[in-house]
T-cell receptor, first 116, second 116 residues
């Protein structure tokens, strides 16, 4: 079946540094991918929609200059958390629907970011 | 987006059936009812979806009320591996074209605990 892979699964970084998270669709092309953030004991919150070959669309309240999204190919989207701070520590999850599918979206396994 | 209401938590015993309810009284005629679940420290995974008729797959069954204002996800024999947060989500398939209409809005979901 279709698989979406995220890398890394977890990362610890120092405050002020940048971290890049990759999201790959392994056996299908994804012109659109979605990035979510989940704080402990809370639900997933959509951050942005990643569009292949064009600019990402950010949800209200999400800083586009802090969370840089690049969707350079039909199988890869990246999320870069710039100048990370402890409050950015969270579980980041990507998802991708199979193009043309009206059934399901596939989710990555998530990336646990801890900023110290 | 039409909203859904689910109990915060439910408890079941292993090998017994589980009925997870979801209310969606403001559902529109073009909204599909989707269920996803999230195991601890993982990304969500698709469970099942339907429009009007009851649906069955290898994971679960979905019973949809005749007026479509509520639905029930049925796990026929709960196992310890079914312990997760279950999300009931409405998705309008006649939204924007392409993959962008797969923007899923997650509520708080139901935390299912399965007792051995």
């Amino acid at each position: 079946g279709a698989v979406v892979s995220q890398h890394p699964s977890w990362v610890i970084c120092k405050s002020g540094t940048s971290v890049k998270i990759e999201c790959r669709s392994l056996d299908f092309q994804a012109t659109t991918m979605f990035w979510y953030r989940q704080f402990p004991k809370q639900s997933l919150m959509l951050m942005a929609t990643s569009n292949e070959g064009s600019k990402a669309t950010y949800e209200q309240g999400v800083e586009k200059d802090k969370f840089l999204i690049n969707h350079a190919s039909l199988t890869l989207s990246t999320l870069t958390v710039t100048s990370a701070h402890p409050e950015d520590s969270s579980f980041y999850i990507c998802s991708a629907p199979r193009q043309g599918s009206d059934t399901e979206a596939f989710f990555g396994q998530g990336t646990r970011l801890t900023v110290v | 987006d039409a909203k859904t209401t689910q109990p915060n938590s439910m408890e079941s015993n292993e090998e017994e059936p589980v009925h997870l309810p979801c209310n969606h009284s403001t559902i529109s005629g073009t909204d599909y009812i989707h269920w996803y679940r999230q195991l601890p420290s993982q990304g969500p995974e698709y469970v099942i979806h339907g429009l009007t008729s009851n649906v069955n797959n290898r994971m679960a069954s979905l019973a949809i009320a005749e007026d479509r204002k509520s639905s029930t996800l049925i796990l026929h024999r709960a196992t310890l591996r079914d312990a997760a947060v279950y999300y009931c989500i409405l998705r309008d398939v006649w939204g924007n074209s392409g993959g962008s209409n797969y923007k899923l809005t997650f509520g708080k979901g139901t935390l299912l605990t399965v007792n051995p």
